[in-house]
């Protein structure tokens, strides 16, 4: 896939922010060996992959979130902000310490066996 003309001005640094606060996402996720990133000049947006005609953005999502409410969310939201369909995979889910002194923070699962994609068809 290759990067489309708005990665670089800033669309998937907005997508990373406005993705990041909604209710039930941890974090973004860059796949397996991080190839779910767009490219910027010093730097990169993990989790983020922009094309022409659309993107993805894969997430993780607390296990405590109905999975497939916060995918659709992130769809809406990251499709919004890019003016195209963007596809959304959750790639890992995590648990959210109970105890709010436990400075762990976040404990991740495995869960590549249940990963939950959302295909936005425009």
Not at 39 to 48: A, D, F
Not at 96 to 121: I, W
């Amino acid at each position: 896939m290759s990067e489309g003309a708005d990665a670089g001005n800033g669309t998937a640094e907005a997508i990373e922010r406005a993705v990041s606060v909604i209710d039930g996402v941890t974090g973004l996720h860059g796949g397996v060996f991080g190839e779910i990133a767009t490219y910027l000049p010093g730097g990169r947006v993990n989790g983020v992959r922009l094309t022409d005609s659309g993107g993805e953005v894969h997430v993780i999502v607390d296990i405590g979130h109905d999975l497939r409410a916060v995918a659709e969310q992130v769809s809406q939201v990251a499709s919004e902000i890019a003016g195209m369909p963007i596809d959304v995979t959750v790639e890992d889910v995590s648990l959210t310490p109970r105890d709010e002194d436990d400075s762990a923070g976040h404990q991740q699962l495995s869960s590549r066996d249940d990963m939950t994609e959302v295909k936005n068809d425009g």
